[in-house]
């Protein structure tokens, strides 16, 4: 597996994928199909030293997205998220942490990264508990959604965490491009 920065020529995939249905109903937020508009967020994004985004590759096939965000280098701390865009490959999606969680303790050296998750994700909620992640609570009625309110939970890996577990999951090394 591969992660290769986010470049322009990634934006209209990246938008197909972020408008289907798998994946906008657990985002916090619905954007219509605009190429305008995802290239001014990839703008904003690129001059924004405190977020990271890659492409994740399998095969050579362009499957998701992950990113590091609001990295704060004197708390030691940065929140994470990531979809798998491709229906095809959702199963990879439950491996994508430990590449990540490899990738952002050894490269900027965190002492914590977060991770939101809306209530009705069972699915990745589970696999934030199944690498290690500590469900620290819930912000009740956090995001209005499709004509209601939906509660997100919060999933924390401390550093020392994973050092400990880490070991079950060391094959999942990818190379991140810098």
Same mark, same amino acid.
């Given at each position: 597996?591969?992660?290769?920065?986010?470049?322009?020529?990634?934006?209209?995939?990246?938008?197909?994928?972020?408008?289907?249905?798998?994946?906008?109903?657990?985002?916090?937020?619905?954007?219509?199909?605009? $190429?305008?508009?995802?290239?001014?967020?990839?703008? #904003?994004?690129?001059?924004?030293?405190?977020?990271?985004?890659?492409?994740?590759?399998?095969?050579?096939?362009?499957?998701? $997205?992950?990113?590091?965000?609001?990295?704060?280098?004197?708390?030691?701390? +940065?929140?994470? +998220?990531?979809?798998?865009?491709?229906?095809?490959?959702?199963?990879?999606?439950?491996?994508?942490?430990?590449?990540?969680?490899?990738?952002?303790?050894?490269?900027?050296?965190?002492?914590?990264?977060?991770?939101?998750?809306? +209530?009705?994700?069972?699915?990745?909620?589970?696999?934030?508990?199944?690498?290690?992640?500590?469900?620290?609570?819930?912000?009740?009625?956090?995001?209005?959604?499709?004509? #209601?309110?939906?509660?997100?939970?919060?999933?924390?890996?401390?550093?020392?965490?994973?050092?400990?577990?880490?070991?079950?999951?060391?094959?999942?090394?990818?190379?991140?491009?810098?």
């Amino acid at each position: 597996m591969r992660f290769v920065r986010l470049k322009e020529e990634h934006l209209e995939q990246v938008l197909k994928w972020r408008t289907s249905e798998h994946v906008t109903r657990f985002m916090y937020t619905d954007v219509g199909y605009n $190429l305008e508009r995802q290239m001014q967020w990839y703008q #904003q994004i690129s001059n924004d030293s405190t977020c990271r985004y890659w492409i994740i590759y399998t095969k050579e096939q362009p499957i998701g $997205l992950v990113s590091i965000n609001d990295l704060d280098e004197r708390n030691s701390r +940065a929140t994470w +998220a990531y979809y798998i865009g491709d229906i095809n490959f959702s199963m990879v999606g439950a491996m994508i942490g430990p590449y990540l969680y490899n990738y952002a303790f050894e490269k900027y050296k965190l002492h914590k990264l977060n991770g939101e998750v809306m +209530a009705e994700n069972i699915n990745v909620r589970k696999i934030h508990q199944m690498h290690g992640s500590r469900e620290v609570g819930f912000y009740k009625d956090h995001v209005f959604k499709n004509g #209601q309110y939906h509660d997100v939970y919060i999933y924390e890996m401390l550093s020392e965490a994973w050092d400990k577990i880490k070991g079950k999951f060391k094959k999942y090394a990818g190379v991140f491009e810098e």
